[in-house]
């Protein structure tokens, strides 16, 4: 069996095109262009790419970008500081603090300033608990760009074995939690389980997502799996590599993403979807007064 790729990129580049007629549809009625956040703390060379990229993608899609970079001496208080005046400019709809930040800086409180309504990466408390609770407002990104890439093959998600390798806040978790409401048998596999080749030999569905080079070995995937690796490894060439051994997976997955061009196009994707649904959000009679309690 040679697997079907799950092709990212033109499904992001699809979803690009309906917010970008979304948004002009929204400015021709006198509507203001939703305006996006990003802040970059450091100069992480990575993180400066992928800032790099959505920044990029907000101009092009017609949403208003703010962009803020902040030197690695940054503190925690000024960071929280501008997160502060953000939440209050009614022009910033969205507010992306780029991850991972300084080490002085502590990222789960910087995520709780963010006015819930405005959390594009779904990460604060209340949008986590949303998706908890099965009532998803602003979802992560990358889980739900996944999800999006699932639904594309066709295939019907209900009572599929899923195994997601990775516990992270940003992936893993919420990817658990997105498959269970697509009504898929869960398995959350980390650093201490214990045969994990055996388990994934299980995975009518296998989310990678541990950040691994290579780490899931062909013979692994059960014939006829879905594979979406989310791992983004740089080769000791240099190149942009997944979790998955891809040459050997697709000899046995029915579909399969490859990397580049499977998840991280999504990623971006979800994130300016989310920005537009934020502002609909803001506008809308339900915002949420979600935010910190001290
Ligand atoms: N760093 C890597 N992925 C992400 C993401 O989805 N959101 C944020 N804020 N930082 C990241």
Redesign the pocket.
């Known amino acids: 069996m040679t697997a079907r790729m799950i092709d990212g990129k033109a499904c992001a580049q699809r979803l690009i095109a309906e917010i970008r007629e979304r948004v002009s549809t929204r400015v021709a009625s006198g509507r203001p262009a939703p305006g996006l956040a990003v802040i970059l703390v450091g100069n992480n060379p990575a993180?400066q790419i992928?800032v790099g990229n959505k920044r990029k993608l907000t101009d092009t899609t017609g949403l208003r970008s703010f962009s803020y970079d902040l030197a690695e001496t940054t503190s925690q208080q000024e960071l929280i500081a501008l997160i502060d005046r953000l939440n209050a400019d009614s022009a910033v709809n969205g507010i992306?603090?780029?991850?991972?930040l300084p080490k002085h800086i502590d990222a789960d409180s910087v995520t709780e300033c963010i006015d819930p309504n405005k959390d594009v990466?779904g990460?604060h408390p209340y949008n986590m608990g949303r998706l908890l609770l099965k009532r998803p407002v602003l979802r992560?990104?990358?889980p739900q760009g996944c999800m999006v890439l699932l639904r594309s093959t066709g295939e019907d998600l209900v009572g599929k074995h899923a195994v997601v390798i990775g516990q992270s806040n940003?992936v893993g978790r919420p990817m658990a939690l997105e498959l269970l409401m697509a009504r898929c048998t869960v398995t959350v596999c980390h650093s201490a389980t214990r045969d994990l080749a055996g388990i994934v030999g299980t995975a009518d569905i296998l989310v990678a997502a541990m950040g691994k080079l290579r780490f899931v070995q062909g013979q692994w995937i059960k014939p006829g799996a879905i594979v979406i690796d989310v791992g983004t490894n740089r080769t000791p060439e240099g190149k942009l590599r997944g979790d998955v051994d891809f040459d050997a997976a697709k000899e046995r997955a029915a579909w399969i993403t490859s990397v580049p061009g499977g998840v991280g196009p999504m990623?971006v994707a979800m994130?300016l979807s989310n920005t537009l649904k934020a502002a609909e959000i803001q506008e809308g009679p339900v915002a949420v007064d979600a935010s910190r309690s001290s």
Do not use: G, K, M, R
């Open positions: 993180s992928y992306l603090v780029q991850l991972p990466d990460l992560p990104c990358t940003i990623t994130l």
